[in-house]
């Protein structure tokens, strides 16, 4: 049985698809009904109170309080929230894990989902949150001396993080690329490279100049040497949005990364792994990709998740953080006593399952009509 917790709540987001949980997790075995609403003043003041066990939804996420979201530090909240959520899944064993949550909400530049944005920012946010991340592991000696990867989806990314992320606390990892990670693993010729991708490093080493640089496509002198029995295997790879606004040979080559080097815990970053589950592309035009579907994506645990919904004339939130169950969280604009308004967070439904997007939508919209009967 699945277990169902009532409460309230408002936020947007663009539809996605949600699937079953890894292989191997365990339904949930109780029933409950709470009605248990965790308020956040849009003002910025705020009283919450949350079932047992169950997190709080992040302050600042709800499009209905961007004065909020950009006064503070959205993601370094996320950046806490995930850093558990990964020592928790480390601590149960778990190799392969994701990470997935909004990555321009908050600071001076907020951004949700209704407002225009492109994967080139996406990308530069998750490249500078991913940079944040990887020093909150360095407490832990296994983790130092460039055992943690810093794995970019492609060269000009390694370039750039490498310029602006110049620190000793950043630059004790090691920085490297998918493609530069699939050859030193697997072997020479290893790596399944786009379609196209000979024709534009062609055309870029020739604008390029000498020793490494490789023009528009970056400079190969930024990556770190990977070198058995030193920084190689890694401990941890953190792995920055693959696939996702890229090739989908992204998600090729990193099943290949993890097959020859099994031990090392991965964990991908934004990298869109529902739309890979999802069947987003079509298995007869992508035969590789679908092939790693079954015997690898639906493997990984999603450690910490918070995804938007937006249908139906409601707007919630697909949220956990390991190793809780999943929530499905209802936001509102209500008025309190004193005439402020405030976002109302709902707890509409828990389940040690994963729900389907269809399911989550339900769950909002029989909740958002409870809540104006």
């Known amino acids: 049985m699945k277990a169902a917790v009532l409460l309230l709540s408002t936020t947007a987001a663009s539809s996605f ?3 079953p949980p890894p292989i191997g997790r365990a339904p949930a075995t109780s029933d409950c009904n709470l009605a248990l609403p965790r308020l956040s003043a849009i003002g910025g003041g705020s009283a919450q109170t949350s079932p047992p066990g169950l997190s709080d939804l992040p302050r600042g996420i ?3 309080e961007k004065s909020l979201s950009k006064s503070i530090d959205v993601q370094a909240d996320f950046r806490s929230r995930a850093k558990t959520a990964v020592d928790a899944a480390v601590a149960d064993a778990a190799v392969l894990m994701e990470i997935e949550f909004p990555p321009l909400i ?7 989902q209704f407002d225009d944005f492109d994967n080139v920012q996406e990308l530069d946010k998750n490249k500078d949150w991913t940079m944040l991340f990887a020093p909150m592991f360095l407490d832990d ?6 055992k943690t990867w810093l794995i970019f989806p492609d060269l000009k990314e390694c370039e750039l993080a490498s310029a602006e992320w110049a620190g000793a606390r950043y630059q004790t990892a090691t920085f490297t690329t998918i493609e530069a990670t699939t050859e030193h693993l697997c072997g020479e010729g290893s790596y ?16 390029g100049g000498k020793d490494g640089d490789a023009g528009l496509l970056g400079d190969k002198n930024v990556l770190d040497t990977l070198v058995e029995g030193e920084n190689s295997p890694s401990a941890l790879s953190l792995v920055i949005q693959p696939g996702n606004g ?13 097959l020859s080097s099994s031990a090392s815990k ?16 079509p298995g007869v035009f992508f035969p590789k990709l679908a092939a790693t579907v079954d015997r690898f994506y639906k493997k990984f645990e999603s450690v910490f998740y ?14 956990r953080v390991y190793p809780e169950p999943w929530q499905v969280v209802l936001q509102t604009v209500a008025e309190d006593k004193r005439g402020q308004m405030v976002i109302q967070d709902s707890v509409v439904y828990t389940s040690d399952e994963r729900p389907s997007y269809n399911d989550a939508v339900a769950k909002l919209v029989a909740a958002a009509n409870g809540q104006s009967q």
């Open 17 to 19: 698809t949600i699937l």
């Open 62 to 64: 709800s499009p209905f």
């Open 106 to 112: 908050g600071g001076d530049k907020s951004k949700s």
């Open 141 to 146: 000696p296994s983790y130092r001396e460039g």
């Open 192 to 207: 399944d490279a786009p379609w196209g991708s000979a024709l534009v490093s062609g055309v870029s080493k020739i604008m």
């Open 246 to 258: 890229g090739p989908v040979e992204d998600w090729v080559n990193l099943e290949k990364v993890h």
């Open 266 to 281: 991965m964990v991908i970053v934004n990298g869109a792994l529902d739309k890979v589950r999802g069947g987003y592309y």
């Open 306 to 319: 918070l995804k938007p919904i937006s249908d139906k004339g409601v707007y919630g939130w697909l949220y």
